[in-house]
């Protein structure tokens, strides 16, 4: 009885253990980051853009900007791509968008690609996307009744 109460014990210990480690390693367990060398965000020139939109907390994030010939008429998306992804690895993404007659905006969160690095969090995240989603209203005129958000959860290569 004495060597399964042991046991037991030590099971118990190993469970508290891992949860503990999962606690305090939890950002980075939700966030993997990938950034690349500086010059290789850029987009091929036929089909967006480089862009650089600043974040309400001052971080710079990279953007590649679809703009079709009937920018105004056409609909507008935002795309949030998935964890672990960056703007080269979308480039097949952006190009549906493109032969779809998509104006889009994709675009890289802070410590993501070529974006600024800096803390990365929930709140961090979200401050990106609505600096993203702003860009489109203001610096495209854009109106927002013309912009669809796209989230995806992840991204596997």
Known sequence: MNSVKRILILLFCAYVLVAVLFIVFQRNIIFIPQSIEPGRGDP???LAKAVKITSEDGVLISGWWIEQVDSKNSPTLLYC???GATLPGLTHVAKLF????????LFDYRSY???????????GIMKD????YDWIINEQNIPNNRIVIWGCLLYTS
């Open 44 to 46: 091929p020139a036929d």
């Open 129 to 132: 996307a609505r600096a993203a």
């Open 113 to 123: 690609g070529e974006s600024q690095k800096a803390p990365l969090s929930e709140e």
């Open 98 to 105: 493109k032969d779809y007659g998509l104006n889009a905006l």
């Open 81 to 83: 791509h998935g964890n």
